[in-house]
């Protein structure tokens, strides 16, 4: 643990970190509890609210984003207990039965309240919604989600041509579509899913690969009517059945442990232990592309629980080497892509990302803001449309970058500080409480000089 007077680690004011790398360095040791996943926690919430009857939640994620999601339920008439407490209650109302809000809902930064609840809204018949967010979020496109909902027969609009938020939605009885998306993506496929689930008929969404499996695990564990085709990447739902109340137990977020395991990883005589953190295969891109690095991970006390595999991850100190990330390894491991260029601006060699051009339209443009920033600090990275590639070993060394407002560049950066030469100034690293409430105190924690 670090020693206080010697802290290298500081809040420069409310929003700002300064990390001053120790002439002795530093190397991350202990144990680790992984707060829980977020796309659970926001499902877990949604379809608590859809179902009949109590959902119980343990290990809710408190960032932001899930407070969001909550927020917009509370607004449609949905109770929800005190989202700090160990189990979190929903009073689901039932499929069709939320109420008409009186003012505007606020999605603040979340991609996955937006889409999804824009899925929802869509089929609560003779009711009308407005639904906004913060900068970033009404940069984001919905036209993807907004597409194939209005072939159903949805009635929403928007700036851009009916693409950007604030968007106003006519709720209506709408007719059951199969959808070939264009892009792999959770957010489309359940935006969908639970439009199927209140349309009658079958609802199919087919995907180019498979995208994030947890609305179908869950909703499976509610009581829908859910097929798979794992040959063509579909799922099916029959719309109509209607969900009961679960328990949920969420798993640790395996998108918030991609930032021990590149950080012990790298920075020499580490060793860290991350406990009950999902290990879903959708999710696990990162621990193929680090074991193509070379990292030293090992999964232990593997187990089912509510329906999702955990395990712990025990992560030593391992010299890395460069690797190419193509295909459905990068839609496996599209949240982790900045701290994979963290990895790889300290690995030896070449490191190439490919197909990863939707992460030009997350919180931030990331190829962009990790190739800028990262470049900053002396990584040497070449930008392409759909990638990055990264010449690694080339040492880093302190300045001001910033993080953008978006959680994932800004831990990234933190990271990339405990390695860099001289004082780095990481501007607006509190953004890092989207999805990862208390990194800042983990890493106080785990910190040894
Ligand atoms: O469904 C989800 O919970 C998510 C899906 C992904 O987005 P896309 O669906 O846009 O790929 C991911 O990037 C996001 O962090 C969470
Ligand atoms: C892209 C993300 O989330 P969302 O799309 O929900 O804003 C993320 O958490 O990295």
Redesign the pocket.
């Known amino acids: 643990m670090l020693n206080l007077i010697s802290n290298p680690i500081n809040f420069y004011n409310q929003y700002d970190l300064t990390i001053q790398s120790p002439a002795s360095g530093i190397s991350l040791k202990g144990s680790l509890a992984i707060p829980g996943d ?2 659970v926690s ?1 499902r877990a919430l949604m379809f608590g609210a859809l179902a009949q009857g109590e959902t119980r939640i343990q290990g809710l994620l408190l960032g932001e984003d899930v407070i969001s999601t909550a927020n917009c339920l509370r607004s449609l008439g949905i109770q929800i207990s005190d989202l700090t407490a160990e189990t979190v209650l929903v009073q689901g109302e039932g499929l069709e039965q939320l109420q008409e809000p009186l003012d505007v809902l606020d999605a603040g930064n979340s ?2 309240t937006m889409r999804l609840i824009l899925g929802i809204l869509s089929a609560q018949s003779n009711r009308f919604f407005t639904i906004t967010g913060d900068r970033s979020l009404r940069s984001r496109p919905m036209s993807r989600v907004i597409k194939p909902l209005t072939e159903m027969g949805a009635e929403i609009w928007g700036r851009n041509n009916n693409n950007l938020a604030p968007l106003a939605i006519k709720g209506q009885k709408l007719k059951p579509i199969h959808y070939f998306s264009p ?6 496929k ?1 935006c969908l899913l639970l439009t199927g689930l209140m349309t009658a008929g079958k609802t199919t969404v087919t995907e180019p690969a498979l ?2 499996d ?1 609305s179908e695990r869950m909703l499976k564990a509610f009581g829908a009517d859910i097929t798979t085709d794992s040959e063509t990447n579909s799922v099916t739902i029959t719309g109509g059945n209607t969900l009961q109340g679960q328990s949920v137990i969420v798993p640790g977020d395996i ?1 918030s442990a991609a930032f021990w395991l590149v950080a012990a990883s790298i920075i020499p005589d580490s060793e860290l232990i991350l406990t009950n953190v999902g290990i879903n295969p959708t999710r696990i891109g990162i621990l193929d592309v680090l074991g193509k690095m070379g990292a030293n991970i090992t999964i232990e006390n593997q187990k089912i629980v509510a329906g999702e595999p955990i395990a712990d991850l025990r992560v030593r100190y391992s010299p890395l080497q460069g690797c190419e990330i193509a295909g459905e390894l990068t839609v496996r491991s ?2 982790e892509i900045p701290i994979i260029v963290v990895a790889a601006a300290l690995a030896q060699g070449t490191t190439i990302i490919k197909d990863a051009a ?1 992460l030009r339209v ?1 919180e931030c443009d990331r190829l962009s803001v990790m190739a800028t920033q990262l470049s900053r600090m002396g990584a040497k990275i070449i930008e392409h449309p759909d990638g990055l590639e990264i010449q690694g070993g080339h040492p880093l060394s302190g300045t001001e970058v910033s993080s953008y407002d978006d959680h994932r560049i800004a831990m990234s950066l933190t990271i990339a500080a405990l390695q860099a030469s001289a004082t780095t100034l990481i501007k607006d690293a509190t953004a890092a409480n989207i999805s990862y409430p208390n990194f800042f105190d983990s890493l106080q924690q785990v910190c040894h000089l």
């Open positions: 977020k796309s926001h991609g996955t892009v792999a993506s959770a957010q489309v359940s995208s994030r947890h998108s599209i949240d939707e997350k």
